[in-house]
């Protein structure tokens, strides 16, 4: 009998607290809600349209489950997973002059990019490929926090897996490119912070300088 013993007990403890939260549960009337939704029901047919966001709140007691991904944590605008390159919604503008800065600072090396070249094969200050490696990246921020151009942020996607994890997560300049308004929506605070407006200040006026510039070679 004493072999086996210890986990037929560890079984009959667990069958115990799950009967004392189900009985608990229906004795104070939540047993169709969802446990730390507050309010919400339990969906027993149906996906609900717009996802449930699950917080436990002060009244829930028990073990708190969240049932991702039927429901799911609140995001909070400095959770960081990925970067993103920001381009300019007002006009198109990328703003990654493709200094390399975020390359040489990356820990793992997983960003790499090549520069444009005007027609007449000068180099410009745009990037004409950029790689970012997303299965290397760990998610540190670095590139974003020493980026002089405000052009690289670290998003809130995390939902990125797949059936393959080689090339599809080699993400190119077109996969990075999100506009400065879905970064404004998705860190608000941030965006309107002072240091944000000086910094994206800066960014234009060094932007103008070189629209300056380049006016003047093509003229002369
Ligand atoms: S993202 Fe920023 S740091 Fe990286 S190459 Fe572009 S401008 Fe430079
Ligand atoms: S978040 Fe860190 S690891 Fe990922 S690309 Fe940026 S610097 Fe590299």
Not at 41 to 69: A, C, H, M, N, S
Not at 75 to 84: A, G, K, S
Not at 107 to 126: E, R, Y
């Amino acid at each position: 009998m004493a072999l086996g013993k210890g986990i037929l007990i560890g079984h009959l403890v667990t069958l115990r607290r799950f009967l004392l939260t189900f009985t608990h549960d229906i004795r104070t009337g939540k047993a169709l809600k969802r446990r730390g939704g507050g309010d919400l029901p339990v969906d027993l047919f149906e996906r609900p349209k717009t996802l449930p966001v699950i917080q436990q709140d002060t009244e829930t007691e028990g073990i708190f489950t969240v049932e991702y991904p039927d429901e799911r944590l609140p995001t909070y605008e400095r959770f960081r997973v990925l970067p993103v390159l920001v381009y300019d919604q007002e006009d198109g503008n990328v703003r990654c002059t493709c200094c390399n800065i975020c390359a040489k600072v990356c820990p793992p090396q997983c960003i790499w990019m090549s520069q444009a070249h005007s027609p007449d094969g000068k180099p410009v200050t745009l990037p004409e490929e950029y790689y970012i490696d997303m299965d290397v990246c760990m998610n540190c921020g670095m590139c974003s926090e020493y980026c002089p151009f405000d052009a690289i942020k670290m998003d809130h996607n995390f939902e990125i897996s797949n059936y393959e994890r080689h090339q599809t997560h080699i993400y190119s300049l077109q996969d990075l490119l999100v506009s400065s308004e879905y970064y404004a929506k998705t860190h608000p605070d941030a965006y309107a912070s002072t240091e944000q407006v000086t910094e994206r200040g800066k960014v234009a006026k060094k932007k103008d300088q070189r629209l300056q510039k380049a006016l003047q070679l093509s003229r002369g």
